[in-house]
């Protein structure tokens, strides 16, 4: 190659060279515009962006804000209307009630004629205000009321309440010094008596105990006895029960005496002594009882009807009885 060539083949080699060079440069200028227009429209978009961001939180707090004022006022009108004279108590319906009056029941409630219903409603918050139970009134009632054992009252809009009583039962009476405790079929004292001999329930022999609340279960020293106690008067009861009208046992005990466990005894006046033993099959030997007394005995009989002596009660005539000891 001479040398003319070899300064031809130099002088294309530096303009590729140059060529090359410019479009790198043109290349990163393109790209500095293009960086520098996308920040531009960046920051153009960033303003906005935030305005309308701004926008929706307003229009959200609105809401909610015309939301509460609604409620409120809603919440306002609505108790406005339940306190007002529309729902004042014009009667009281009492059903279920044998020792007490309706006027006692209504005093011992707690609640007035001319009362606001939903007044009537507190005792356990909200709750009651969903059921309409009145549950101030039923405890109220059965606080002060030894007869009642269960009660449910309840307002029955517009302007009633409506009472329903369950009471306990009358089944024996346990002597207390010189008074006579009336215990119900769960041993709860219902009643103090006086004059309580003649007062045509059995009376109980053989409960210890210190003292007694009103309303409340008698809290005794030998529980076993007065279990026995709740035991007997039940059978009694469901002998009561089953007798279709042909005699009734617990109206002509007089003594039931479970000093000793192992030797219960029924007194029937001053004409019989019942030894029903140890107290097992206890109704059984109730319902026995209750056919040997009504039924196979023949009038003016007297004597002693023992349980203890085989599988078969034995009566035994003409045993001297006991007094009755109270």
């Given at each position: 190659m001479n040398g003319r060539e070899k300064a031809a083949k130099k002088s294309v080699?530096?303009?590729?060279e140059e060529r090359t060079a410019n479009k790198s440069a043109e290349e990163q200028t393109e790209e500095k515009t293009a960086n520098n227009s996308t920040?531009?429209?960046?920051?153009?978009?960033?303003?906005?962006?935030?305005?309308?961001?701004?926008?929706?939180?307003?229009v959200k707090v609105k809401r909610v804000v015309r939301t509460l004022i609604i409620t409120f006022i809603f919440l306002f009108l609505l108790v406005a209307l339940a306190y007002s004279?529309?729902?004042?108590?014009?009667?009281?319906?009492?059903?279920?009630?044998?020792y007490y009056s309706k006027r006692q029941i209504v005093e011992n409630s707690g609640l007035v004629?001319?009362?606001?219903?939903?007044?009537?409603?507190?005792?356990?918050g909200v709750l009651n205000y969903f059921s309409l139970r009145c549950t101030e009134a039923e405890e109220s009632i059965v606080e002060s009321s030894p007869y009642v054992k269960k009660v449910y009252a309840k307002y029955k809009l517009p302007d009633r309440?409506?009472?329903?009583?369950?009471?306990?039962?009358?089944?024996?009476?346990?002597?207390?010094?010189?008074?006579?405790?009336?215990?119900?079929?769960?041993?709860?004292?219902?009643?103090?008596?006086?004059?309580?001999?003649?007062?045509?329930?059995?009376?109980?022999?053989?409960?210890?105990?210190?003292?007694y609340s009103l309303g409340k279960r008698l809290v005794v020293k030998n529980e076993q006895h007065l279990d026995m106690v709740i035991t007997l008067v039940s059978a009694l009861r469901q002998s009561d029960r089953d007798s279709d009208g042909e005699g009734f046992l617990t109206y002509v005990?007089?003594?039931?005496?479970?000093?000793?466990?192992?030797?219960?005894?029924?007194?029937?006046?001053?004409?019989?002594?019942?030894?029903?033993?140890?107290?097992?099959?206890?109704?059984?030997?109730?319902?026995?009882?209750?056919?040997?007394?009504?039924?196979?005995?023949?009038?003016?009989?007297?004597?002693?009807?023992?349980f203890t002596v085989g599988d078969r009660p034995v009566f035994i005539p003409e045993r001297p009885v006991m007094e009755n000891s109270y």
């Open positions: 080699e530096k303009q590729t920040g531009e429209q960046t920051e153009e978009k960033s303003p906005k962006s935030a305005s309308r961001d701004k926008q929706r939180i307003k004279p529309l729902f004042s108590i014009s009667g009281i319906d009492i059903t279920g009630v044998q004629i001319g009362q606001n219903g939903f007044m009537a409603l507190s005792g356990k309440i409506v009472i329903e009583i369950e009471e306990r039962s009358r089944s024996v009476i346990i002597p207390y010094q010189d008074l006579g405790l009336l215990v119900d079929e769960e041993g709860y004292v219902i009643d103090i008596i006086r004059d309580y001999q003649d007062f045509g329930l059995p009376v109980v022999k053989g409960v210890e105990f210190d003292g005990v007089s003594l039931m005496d479970i000093s000793d466990l192992k030797n219960i005894k029924l007194f029937i006046g001053n004409e019989f002594v019942v030894n029903l033993g140890d107290g097992k099959d206890i109704h059984y030997r109730i319902s026995a009882l209750k056919e040997i007394y009504f039924r196979g005995l023949s009038e003016g009989e007297k004597g002693l009807i023992d």
